[in-house]
């Protein structure tokens, strides 16, 4: 969801359920898209990334699906556990760059805390 | 591998004063980074650097500037520290041909 003020947008869940975050892109030029996970303290760490040219893409336990008509991607956590409690955040990198010239842009991210 | 790590973990200064922010990788990696967190907002780039002897600047330069020493360090500098450059400072690091960053653990630093 939107964020608004300096509250990241927030989701509570419980333990074992399902979790769902979105993320709206901006740029239609972007082909490759990535989900970090950021625990309190700690660096931003991979989770999953997703191509352009792909909808839907499956890890141990997350899924991210990409909607391109309306720039939207979401992370989906099956079986949500205490140790997924972080921010999430997603990243997109525009078509044509790689390398040195590789300026991902990033989300404000989501907090999402599981209740045991 | 350590990966990407900073020093300090947490720095303390008072308005007007310098230090640097020290960050290396050992994994060989030719592109580094160096971004700002600020609470409820996503990572903001300060600077980059695509390869060795090579720097640019990011979204929110001002205020700041980099060394990219060699391959393995880059360090980001604060001349004249104000309260606005209270954050948590990320490095990361990306290596070639590839599209994903990996970030080091964060300096936290407050300017009073």
């Known amino acids: 969801g939107e964020s608004v003020g300096l509250h990241l947008p927030t989701l509570s869940v419980q333990e074992g359920d399902n979790s769902i975050i979105n993320c709206a892109y901006s740029?239609?030029?972007?082909?490759?898209f990535i989900w970090y996970k950021q625990e309190s303290g700690k660096g931003p760490q991979f989770i999953i990334d997703i191509r352009s040219n792909m909808d839907k893409r499956q890890g141990q336990r997350v899924t991210v699906l990409l909607n391109k008509t309306v720039k939207h991607l979401s992370l989906q956590i099956a079986a949500t556990q205490p140790g997924d409690s972080a921010v999430y955040f997603c990243?997109?990198?525009?078509?044509?760059?790689?390398?040195?010239?590789?300026?991902?842009?990033f989300g404000r991210g989501t907090s999402l805390i599981v209740h045991p | 591998n350590a990966g990407v790590t900073q020093t300090p973990k947490f720095q303390v200064l008072k308005t007007g004063q310098s230090m640097t922010l020290q960050c290396a990788q050992d994994?060989?990696?030719?592109?580094m980074y160096w971004y700002r967190q600020d609470p409820g907002m996503g990572l903001r780039l300060i600077y980059y650097s695509a390869s060795e002897g090579t720097t640019d600047k990011g979204e929110v330069p001002n205020g700041y500037n980099v060394s990219r020493l060699n391959k393995r360090e880059f360090s980001l500098r604060l001349e004249s520290a104000a309260p606005s450059q209270t954050s948590v400072y990320f490095c990361a690091s990306l290596p070639r041909e590839r599209e994903t960053q990996y970030f080091g653990p964060g300096t936290r630093l407050l300017v009073l």
């Open positions: 990243a997109e990198k525009v078509a044509g760059f790689s390398g040195g010239s590789y300026i991902p842009t």
């Open positions: 994994m060989n990696h030719n592109s």
């Open positions: 740029n239609s030029a972007s082909d490759y």
